[in-house]
């Protein structure tokens, strides 16, 4: 059982535009929110996180947006560039549960066509 | 630097093979996390180290993998009798505590390959 879905494997956005990337998850439990960015042979990269008690956090170029009624997330990048592309991770835990442990979507490919 | 450090970055080894796989937290972190990440696949939660002990083991696949954390800082991840399965990025993270919100940071991960 998934818990936490990205269902586009991939995205392509031209340089300067918005790219948005979804995720969806189904355990009501969870109450903190992370898109980490990862490039070929590294480690994911935090990028920016949200807690279950918002509804937006906003960071420079990035915004994350929760809908919790939906359990839906999404991550938009504003404007994109090239430097942006790399494949996306969503992860949720329920802190509040004691558990800390990261549950990870499968990840979504962006590319940024200059 | 400043950042999870792990070694070695890539290891190839032969099925039934045992393998040690080390991870070096941020400095000051409490909290350290070991993943498993699969091609095509998101990082799957491992073990959960909060200090000396394992706080969540409930990822480990099977007894043949194990992790220590003796004094509180590095830690290994032991597997015992490789399988071809076993093929995958062993990624370790740490955080500053196991605090609400707690923000998990990785290190660049650890290639293995079981031939």
């Known amino acids: 059982d998934q818990q936490v879905k990205q269902n586009s494997p991939s995205l392509s956005v031209q340089e300067g535009r918005i790219s948005i990337l979804n995720c969806d998850y189904t355990?009501?439990?969870?109450?903190?929110f992370l898109w980490y960015k990862k490039y070929p042979a590294e480690g994911p990269t935090f990028l920016i996180s949200?807690?279950?008690?918002?509804d937006k956090n906003e960071d420079g170029r990035f915004t994350v947006f929760l809908n919790k009624s939906a359990k839906h997330l999404s991550l938009h990048i504003v404007p994109s560039q090239p430097g942006d592309s790399a494949v996306y991770f969503c992860a949720a835990s329920a802190q509040g549960s004691g558990t800390y442990k990261y549950i990870f979507g499968t990840g979504t490919r962006l590319k940024v066509l200059a | 630097g400043a950042g999870v450090s792990q070694t070695p970055s890539n290891k190839v080894t032969e099925k039934g093979k045992y393998v040690e796989l080390r991870c070096d937290p941020i400095s000051g972190h409490t909290a350290l996390y070991w993943y498993r990440q699969s091609l095509g696949q998101g990082p799957e939660f491992l073990i959960y180290?909060?200090?000396?002990?394992?706080?969540?083991d409930s990822g480990l696949p099977n007894d043949r993998f194990f992790a220590v954390r003796p004094e509180g800082s590095v830690s290994t991840l032991k597997i015992q009798r490789t399988e071809r399965g076993d093929s995958a990025v062993y990624l370790c993270?740490?955080?500053?505590?196991?605090?609400?919100?707690?923000?998990?940071?990785f290190g660049p991960g650890t290639r293995l390959t079981v031939l």
């Open positions: 180290f909060q200090g000396t002990g394992a706080a969540d």
């Open positions: 993270a740490s955080s500053r505590t196991s605090g609400i919100p707690d923000t998990q940071y």
């Open positions: 949200i807690s279950s008690i918002k």
């Open positions: 355990n009501s439990m969870f109450d903190y």
